[in-house]
T-cell receptor, first 112, second 114 residues
Framework: GNSVTQMEGPVTLSEEAFLTINCTYTATGYPSLFWYVQYPGEGLQLLLKATKADDKGSNKGFEATYRKETTSFHLEKGSVQVSDSAVYFCALGKAAGNKLTFGGGTRVLVKP | GAVVSQHPSRVICKSGTSVKIECRSLDFQATTMFWYRQFPKQSLMLMATSNEGSKATYEQGVEKDKFLINHASLTLSTLTVTSAHPEDSSFYIC??????????FGPGTRLTVT
């Protein structure tokens, strides 16, 4: 079956530090890949996505590249801010309108 | 962008009572809605998938008689927790899709059963 594995947190960083959250997946075919962010007490917001191999998703300074050869979709940001403190979820979707498979989530805490 | 709302955002109920949570797509037609449950500091657990006008498909281990899902229109799905008990206390999140890969999530409903 499909699965998503992401690094366990919490990840604690200082402001302006570089952030990487690893995500690898197992799936047949060519899934679409997503990163969602969840702020405390809220639902999930789509951060970025990539729908085919070698695509790079980017938003708000975050980037992730769909690497089929390593089945990975690592999230990066060059300079984090306190407001980036949240839980980040990696997910994959196999078909339009179909359910998503989520990773376990990675809590990120950015200290001033 | 697409907006999904949930109501209520928080609810406290007594053990043995039923609680209904609404999920609405505000500016698009949601052919499919999903209901998730999230325990503190954990990932989302998919409970069921509902398509407009048909019965929901429940994930393994989810009691369909306890968690009643109705998707009566293309903009509204409801989750009713029947005879709630303290172990049903959780954060419930819905999402909706309009046949694209993207799912739009609601803000969540925190249920506390006393």
């Amino acid at each position: 079956g499909n699965s998503v594995t992401q690094m366990e947190g919490p990840v604690t960083l200082s402001e302006e530090a570089f952030l990487t959250i690893n995500c690898t997946y197992t799936a047949t075919g060519y899934p679409s890949l997503f990163w969602y962010v969840q702020y405390p007490g809220e639902g999930l917001q789509l951060l970025l996505k990539a729908t085919k191999a070698d695509d790079k998703g980017s938003n708000k300074g975050f980037e992730a590249t769909y690497r089929k050869e390593t089945t990975s979709f690592h999230l990066e940001k060059g300079s984090v801010q306190v407001s980036d403190s949240a839980v980040y979820f990696c997910a994959l979707g196999k078909a339009a309108g179909n359910k998503l498979t989520f990773g376990g989530g990675t809590r990120v805490l950015v200290k001033p | 962008g697409a907006v999904v709302s949930q109501h209520p955002s928080r609810v406290i109920c007594k053990s043995g009572t039923s609680v209904k949570i609404e999920c609405r797509s505000l500016d698009f037609q949601a052919t499919t809605m999903f209901w998730y449950r999230q325990f503190p500091k954990q990932s989302l657990m998919l409970m069921a998938t509902s398509n407009e006008g048909s019965k929901a498909t429940y994930e393994q281990g989810v009691e369909k008689d306890k968690f009643l899902i109705n998707h009566a229109s293309l903009t509204l799905s409801t989750l009713t927790v029947t005879s709630a008990h303290p172990e049903d206390s959780s954060f419930y999140i819905c999402s909706a899709t309009d046949r694209t890969y993207e799912q739009y999530f609601g803000p969540g409903t925190r249920l506390t059963v006393t």
